[in-house]
């Protein structure tokens, strides 16, 4: 029995595995007429995620972002209710660079507990933690974050990433993850980071000299959605306002809600100024003043945008700012 009585390894029984494991793989390396493998890592990955998630795509977004993000990652997989119960195993991510003999392997921890010992978790991932690097929670679950236990889990990280699009009532979501910041929790949320390639192109639009002289001119903005995207409606609205304020433009913001598929559009207008911006498919449709052009814009991976997030280990003011503004607009009924 570990030493949190819950059928857990302790943590250094746990370290000790992962040192074991390090020599069978630099020995299978090399066995295998390689130059054995080199172990990477720049930060501590903590994923909570359901049990009844897809285990291999989870992994093979974990796999994804090793090379780019090396980590000791901890994937928790949470049972939910049951009798108190923690368990775990150990594995590796390796990878070989083209053109090289050597593997690159990261650290893998997978822990499976239940709901009643939830609480008994940081005392078992904290001693795991990689000294001196980044802590990152990455919470896929909607259910846990309304448990008394996560504030102590979120207590362990540095940053906090989550996915308002997941968490059921965007608007009340949206309110919540505004108290956390509000509170010092530094966060990241996956549905802002989505609108990433639609702010470049906004911005890009005002570029064009003439555009930037209309900028004045605009007197309204208006974002509509299908259902699925209303998180990023919020955010859409609250940074083109935020943004136009900064520029002295005082515009009206509208946010209607459409049907279920409708996809996320944006239009601003003024006297002599018409832009929009809408989704059609994988591409990204942008109008200006009756000229258009399209670019492509597939849906992003959980991957690529967990990618974008583990590079900001700081506070974002762009993002907290807009968060604030969108938590505002939350609480004013959706047409």
């Known amino acids: 029995m570990g030493a949190t009585g819950l059928g857990i390894a302790p943590p250094e029984k746990i370290l000790r ?23 990477a890592c720049a ?28 980590a000791r990652a901890m994937v928790v997989r949470l049972r939910g209710a049951g009798e108190r119960a923690l368990t ?7 990878w070989m660079p083209f053109g090289q003999r050597r593997q690159i392997c990261c650290e893998q921890i997978e822990i499976t507990v239940s709901d009643a010992a939830l609480a008994d978790l940081p005392s078992v991932v904290l001693p795991l933690a990689v000294p001196d690097l980044p802590l ?38 949206l309110r919540r993850l505004d108290a956390e910041c ?53 955010y859409m609205a609250a940074w083109v306002a935020g943004s136009l304020a900064d520029a002295g433009v005082d515009a009206r913001v509208s946010v209607e809600r459409g049907a279920r ?25 942008i109008t200006v003043n009756g000229l258009s052009h399209c670019t ?23 993002f907290e700012r807009t968060l604030a503004s969108a938590a505002q607009l939350a609480y004013a009924e959706v047409k």
């Not at 049990?51 to 993000?69: C, I, K, N, R």
């Not at 259910?143 to 965007?170: N, P, W």
């Not at 598929?261 to 449709?285: A, I, M, Y």
């Not at 990618?307 to 762009?318: A, M, N, P, S």
């Open 17 to 39: 595995e992962l040192a074991d494991l390090w020599v069978s793989l630099g020995k299978q390396g090399e066995a295998e007429g390689g130059a054995g493998v080199l172990r």
């Open 88 to 94: 775990e195993r150990v594995y590796a991510q390796c």
């Open 261 to 285: 598929g409708d996809p996320l559009h944006l239009e601003l207008r003024g006297q002599g100024f018409h832009t929009e911006l809408v989704r059609r498919q994988d591409r990204l449709s």
């Open 182 to 234: 509000r509170r010092g929790v530094m966060l990241g949320d996956l549905s802002w980071t989505r609108l990433t390639r639609w702010r470049e192109m906004l911005a890009q639009v005002f570029e064009n000299r003439e555009n930037l002289s209309r900028m004045a001119r605009v007197s309204s903005v208006r974002v509509s959605f299908g259902p699925e995207f209303e998180a990023e409606a919020s």
């Open 136 to 173: 990152i929670l990455w919470c896929r679950s909607a259910r846990v974050l309304e448990l008394e236990e996560f504030r102590q889990i979120e207590r362990m990280a540095r940053k906090v990433v989550v996915d308002s699009a997941r968490l059921g009532d965007a608007r009340a979501a």
């Open 296 to 318: 492509n814009l597939p849906r992003p991976t959980d991957a690529h945008l967990m990618r974008e997030e583990l590079g900001i280990v700081r506070h974002d003011t762009v």
């Open 43 to 70: 930060l501590t990955l903590v994923v909570l995620a359901e049990e009844s998630e897809d285990v291999q795509d989870l992994g093979e977004t974990l796999a994804a972002l090793m090379p780019s993000h090396p």
